[in-house]
Structures are given as C-alpha cells and as structure tokens.
C-alpha cells in the first residue's frame, strides 16, 4: 500500500486557549490523545510524533498559532492512518479542556479524507470572513480583543456568550446587545460590564465546558435568564431559527419585567408625592 493510500484522512480541530502557549504545547497535548489510545507502552514522551509516523498512525501534523497577551487560538491539521479511527479521536480531542496550564477548548472542524479537505478549508476560511465582517458591519467592536455588539452599552440589559464568533452570529438576527466572556476565563471586563445591567442572560454552548461557565458565572452575578445550546452544540452553530427559539422566551420574560418595575417605580414616586 502507497503512503498516499496509508494517510487518507485528515483530521482537522480548531481550538481557543486562554492563555499564551507555544506551537509544540498545542501539538503534544493533541498527540497525547493519540499516543494513550494506541501506543502507552512506556515509550518516551518526546519521541512521540515519531513513533507515531513510524508505527503508521499519522504521516504529519500542522498547527496554526495566533495569540494575544491573554488567548491563543488556532488549527490542528493531522494526516493519519487507515489504521486509526478518526471520529473516536476527534471526539477525544473534542474533550481536552487544557493546553498546558491553561484553559482550552477544542472545536471539530473536519474529519474526512483527505482529498476534500482544501474544500472545508476554503469554506472554514470565507465563513470566518464573513463573520468578522457582519460583526464590523453590524457596528460591532473590540473591548482589548474582547468582542461585543454595538449596543451592547446603551442597552439595559445584556447577553453574555462564550466567544466572538457568537457574538457575530447573534449579530445576524439583529441581538446587539452582546459581550463575549473570554469562555472559562470569565473576563473581568465583560462581568464588570453585566453587573451594570437590569438584566442579565447568559448564553452558554451545550456541552459539558458551557454548562460550567453558566454554573460559575450563576456564582458570581445575578443571571435573570441561564439558557444552554441543544446538547453538544455550540452556540455559533445553532440555526438561527433555532437561536429565536431559545432566546425568544427568555428576553419576552425579562422585557416584561422591566416594564413592570419601570411600571412599579413610576407608582411608587405617585404615590410618594400624594
């Protein structure tokens, strides 16, 4: 069998890090997944990469760094074998929620052969393009690299969602009123902001890390309205029309209310002055 056909398949993970690693942290911590499902033999760690080409696992691994003071985001591209099973390591990888000593998350982009990937890339490419412009162009803005639409100050009331590219996908049903987190770093400048507010929804992914940013942001302000993703699905990934399903309900309630106290206060101060 040719190299071509043993290394068919790519594997490609997107991820955010918040904090600043390296180009090999990112790479080892993805390999390790590899190397305990199909080696763990007691082999030296920093042989990893290539003991897995030479057992026939993986031909090559690219990663793709971008990082800031605080968050490092970017791509895992990994050509492997027919002998291992690519949706049980991208879900393996899925799960990881650290880079060395920092909180991570790790997003599937493709898995598949090969041979179609350059069209995921192109598609991966122009979509993230795109949402960087419907976040200009919808007036959205950077807080130090920290995203958020642009009444996301004049309103009384906010959501709160993981990250940019939610931001930029509420964005499109017209939800300005928005601040991304900085996901499990909580950012100090997006809570400081929520307490600010009337009212307060958070908008968490559905799975397992997002569930966890909604119990430790419930622990620390006052969340009107905690609404989750369907189950193991992103925020940005959820139909629109979906996105109304879930955020429809939770902003008529908390609306009401404020009408209501608006209502109460203004009943109040008659009352006060009779």
Request: glycine share 8%.
């Amino acid at each position: 069998m040719s190299g071509a056909q043993r290394f068919k398949n790519t594997i490609c993970m997107h991820y955010t890090v918040h904090g600043k690693v390296s180009e090999y942290q990112v790479e080892s911590t993805v390999l390790s997944v590899i190397w305990d499902e199909y080696v763990s033999d007691g082999t030296i760690f920093n042989q990893t990469l290539r003991v897995l080409k030479n057992m026939g696992y993986i031909s090559s691994v690219k990663v793709d760094v971008e990082s800031n003071d605080k968050d490092t985001i970017g791509s895992v591209i990994i050509h492997v074998g027919s002998n291992l099973d690519c949706g049980l390591m991208s879900s393996k990888i899925k799960r990881l929620g650290w880079v060395h000593k920092f909180p991570a998350k790790f997003k599937t982009g493709y898995v598949g052969p090969t041979s179609k990937f350059s069209n995921y890339m192109t598609s991966h490419m122009l979509n993230r393009a795109t949402a960087n412009s419907a976040l200009a162009s919808d007036g959205g803005a950077d807080l130090g690299k920290l995203k958020h639409g642009r009444t996301a100050y004049q309103e009384k009331w906010i959501i709160l969602v993981e990250g940019a590219a939610d931001v930029a996908h509420l964005a499109r049903i017209e939800y300005q009123n928005t601040m991304e987190i900085g996901g499990a770093r909580l950012d100090d400048r997006a809570l400081d902001l929520a307490r600010t507010k009337e009212k307060v929804v958070a908008f968490m992914d559905g799975d397992d890390k997002g569930a966890d940013n909604l119990r430790r942001l419930r622990s620390i302000l006052n969340i009107d309205e905690g609404l989750l993703a369907d189950r193991g699905v992103e925020v940005e990934e959820l139909g629109l029309d979906r996105i109304m399903d879930l955020l429809k309900p939770a902003v008529k309630r908390i609306k009401k209310e404020m009408r209501d106290g608006s209502r109460k206060s203004r009943t109040d101060a008659h009352t006060a002055e009779i």
